[in-house]
């Protein structure tokens, strides 16, 4: 293994496809020959001809591959390349065949024309399979050559040996004046150090950075940029990338994702800044694809709170999975108006309907459900931010409590199949009056969904309880990035506040994936759905990366400031309460709990005391109908929490 080239001791696949080539070139000698005289080959090719010249061309073969560019590249990523490495390959071993072949027996029994033929044979028989293998992994095949390199380009170094790699190289090889000149790959995989796509050596893994971009810089080819090409690295990874950047002095950005990108767009790819998002960076989680789509396809929907954040990426997930009509309900005039035109622009042939209304106001919701029929109803509705609630309580409690057993006697009146809740960590323990209104909404329709459950034709309730999501209106991530462009400072409330995080598109792919569990089987009713948030994230940290991903130093060129925690915030929050047992599901990052239940007609009962206090601006009265409905609520832990 020691006299292999380097790419040959180092890769598996490689090996298996030398051994392959081979293979193929002495076969490519005996086709040759059946091909040039058919049958009759034993009349004029000797048996002892045929047997010697198929060993010579095989030996000659194995030598000369060995030692050709064939097995840096991928076959998934074959090109013209590779081609032209083939081509060189097989011309060369003809060259070396023939005279080998007339020393060792004159040519007298071999027609010359199988010479030429065996070139042709053996060109199909190594490149028809690396490019039939591309094209059933792609879908397709590019063979356009390599435009010519602007000298000025940004040389940048590509971290990820995989498809977004490979769709990077070839818009930017195909482009005149392209922007960035690749001059490097690292990877996580190491067998694929050594390889090549399109050209590119793949140099190293993850953990050689720094000493990859030392050899670069000798060769007079020092990257100005990392450029993140796999859009899966973990989070940790992408952490480690960013400090390895900032002591070399370079910035750090990603491709769009995939899911980013229009039609064309892969024509004038840009690399993206690193946000936030990708430090978070956790494992995809493995959804029922088509268990979601068996929840939203064909079916009528509603969306309460259609213009939030949380809200309109429901309208845009669930749009895209081809709902046979969807309306979108909100109270904000212009939060209505920008997601019913995205969702006509994007989905024009879509049955849709736009509705100004409160879910405080039964009456409109009633006029809504009974217009819309729905099948499914996705409550995203909430007043949310903590300190905001605290200063006004019986509208925070009117809304989030009273607006969302609204919306669950509506859905339950009309025959709505499924109504989904949105809940929150916050509703655990809660110290905050937003917290403790989601807890009474969860309690109401955990209440509804047992007192149902022999019901004929009953709606499924099924409530979902996350934390916070990355960039939602209000959340820390607009405020610091605000803070950021006036030039600081980052403003956090204390050292060590933590917070659950994910981003919008994830929360809400795992909101429908539990809504798909919670609407399949009856052994979920009753139970709350939450999503597997990962570790908690200090809120400093997330300031100290962001003013990093700017390019900026904390404390430095930056400062933090603590302002102190807020009315209605705690330290920490917690995804389940003790005595809920968190039990697994079978689709991974979607958890239950077992929680608490109480009486449907005493909670509905409280409930109507709770809405008539907050009608009448009875803060007093709302907070005690509250503490009723939420035992564990304590305002009072707020600062100790």
């Known amino acids: 293994m020691a006299l292999l080239p380097p790419f040959l001791s180092t890769s598996p696949r490689a090996r298996i496809a030398y051994v392959h080539d081979v293979a193929m070139a002495g076969l490519s000698f005996l086709l040759a020959i059946y091909l040039r005289v058919g049958d009759a080959w034993q009349v004029h090719v000797a048996p002892e001809t045929l047997t010697i010249g198929a060993v010579l061309f095989t030996a000659i073969?194995?030598?000369?591959?060995?030692?050709?560019?064939?097995?840096?590249?991928?076959?998934?990523?074959?090109?013209?390349?590779?081609?032209?490495?083939?081509?060189?390959?097989?011309?060369?071993?003809?060259?070396?065949?023939?005279?080998?072949m007339f020393l060792t027996g004159r040519l007298d029994d071999l027609p010359r024309s199988?010479?030429?033929?065996?070139?042709?044979?053996?060109?199909?028989?190594?490149?028809?399979?690396?490019?039939?293998?591309?094209?059933?992994?792609?879908?397709?095949?590019?063979?356009?050559?390599?435009?010519?390199?602007?000298?000025?380009?940004?040389?940048?170094?590509?971290?990820?040996?995989?498809?977004?790699?490979?769709?990077?190289?070839?818009?930017?090889?195909?482009q005149q004046g392209a922007s960035y000149r690749v001059v490097g790959i690292v990877t996580h995989k190491k067998r694929r150090v050594g390889r090549h796509i399109h050209g590119v050596e793949v140099m190293g893994t993850l953990d050689q950075v720094e000493d990859i971009v030392a050899t670069l810089s000798g060769r007079?080819?020092?990257?100005?940029?990392?450029?993140?090409?796999?859009?899966?690295?973990?989070?940790?990874?992408?952490?480690?990338?960013?400090?390895?950047?900032?002591?070399?002095?370079?910035?750090?950005?990603?491709?769009?994702?995939?899911?980013?990108?229009?039609?064309?767009?892969?024509?004038?790819?840009?690399?993206?800044?690193?946000?936030?998002?990708?430090?978070?960076?956790?494992?995809?989680?493995v959804l029922d694809r088509d268990a979601i789509a068996a929840l939203v396809s064909g079916r009528r929907v509603l969306v309460t709170g259609a213009g939030g954040s949380i809200g309109?990426?429901?309208?845009?997930?669930?749009?895209?999975?081809?709902?046979?009509?969807?309306?979108?309900?909100?109270?904000?005039?212009?939060?209505?108006?920008?997601?019913?035109?995205?969702?006509?622009?994007?989905?024009?042939?879509?049955?849709?309907?736009?509705?100004?209304?409160?879910?405080?106001?039964?009456?409109?919701?009633?006029?809504?459900?009974?217009?819309?029929?729905?099948?499914?109803?996705?409550?995203?509705?909430?007043?949310?931010?903590?300190?905001?609630?605290?200063?006004?309580?019986t509208e925070g409690l009117w809304t989030n409590a009273a607006g969302s057993r609204h919306v669950a006697d509506v859905c339950r009146a009309h025959g709505v199949a499924t109504l989904v809740m949105i809940s929150t960590d916050k509703a655990v323990n809660p110290t905050s009056i937003m917290g403790a209104g989601k807890r009474a909404a969860e309690t109401y329709c955990q209440a509804l969904d047992v007192l149902d459950q022999d019901r004929p034709g009953r709606t499924r309730f099924v409530t979902v309880r996350f934390g916070n999501v990355l960039g939602s209106t209000g959340s820390v991530v607009p405020l610091f990035q605000r803070q950021l462009a006036r030039g600081g400072p980052l403003t956090v409330t204390h050292p060590e506040m933590t917070r659950y995080f994910m981003t919008i598109r994830e929360a809400v792919e795992l909101v429908l994936q539990a809504a798909a569990l919670g609407t399949a089987a009856d052994a979920y009713r009753g139970r709350?759905?939450?999503?597997?948030?990962?570790?908690?994230?200090?809120?400093?940290?997330?300031?100290?990366?962001?003013?990093?991903?700017?390019?900026?130093?904390?404390?430095?060129?930056?400062?933090?400031?603590f302002t102190g925690a807020r009315p209605g915030e705690k330290l920490f929050e917690e995804i389940?309460?003790?005595?809920?047992?968190?039990?697994?599901?079978?689709?991974?990052?979607?958890?239950?709990?077992?929680?608490?239940?109480?009486?449907?007609?005493?909670?509905?009962?409280?409930?109507d005391a709770l809405e008539a206090a907050c009608r009448e601006g009875d803060t007093d009265r709302a907070l005690a109908r509250l503490r009723d409905l939420v035992p564990e609520y304590d305002a009072a832990t707020v600062s100790a929490a």
């Open 61 to 100: 073969a194995a030598v000369v591959f060995l030692y050709q560019p064939m097995y840096k590249g991928i076959w998934r990523y074959a090109s013209m390349r590779d081609l032209v490495a083939i081509t060189k390959a097989v011309t060369l071993t003809i060259l070396l065949f023939v005279p080998a």
């Open 114 to 174: 199988a010479f030429l033929i065996n070139w042709f044979v053996l060109m199909a028989l190594l490149g028809g399979p690396r490019f039939i293998y591309r094209v059933l992994k792609d879908g397709r095949l590019d063979f356009r050559f390599e435009a010519r390199r602007d000298p000025d380009a940004i040389p940048v170094l590509l971290v990820g040996a995989g498809d977004g790699a490979e769709l990077f190289l070839r818009t930017v090889q195909r």
């Open 220 to 285: 007079n080819q020092r990257p100005m940029k990392l450029v993140l090409t796999d859009a899966n690295l973990a989070g940790e990874d992408v952490q480690a990338l960013l400090d390895v950047a900032d002591r070399l002095g370079l910035t750090l950005a990603r491709l769009p994702r995939p899911t980013d990108l229009r039609d064309g767009a892969a024509d004038r790819l840009e690399v993206r800044p690193v946000s936030v998002e990708d430090l978070l960076g956790r494992p995809q989680a």
């Open 312 to 393: 309109s990426e429901l309208v845009r997930q669930v749009a895209a999975l081809g709902p046979a009509a969807l309306t979108l309900l909100d109270n904000s005039e212009f939060a209505l108006y920008a997601i019913d035109l995205e969702i006509a622009e994007r989905y024009p042939d879509l049955a849709r309907t736009g509705c100004l209304g409160s879910v405080r106001d039964r009456r409109r919701l009633d006029q809504v459900i009974a217009e819309a029929r729905p099948d499914v109803v996705f409550h995203a509705a909430a007043l949310k931010h903590v300190p905001m609630v605290e200063m006004n309580p």
């Open 528 to 561: 709350i759905f939450v999503l597997d948030m990962g570790k908690p994230v200090r809120i400093v940290d997330v300031a100290r990366q962001m003013i990093r991903l700017a390019g900026l130093r904390p404390d430095e060129d930056i400062p933090i400031v």
């Open 576 to 607: 389940f309460h003790g005595a809920e047992r968190p039990l697994p599901t079978e689709c991974e990052g979607v958890l239950i709990a077992d929680p608490r239940h109480q009486d449907h007609a005493r909670v509905a009962a409280l409930m």
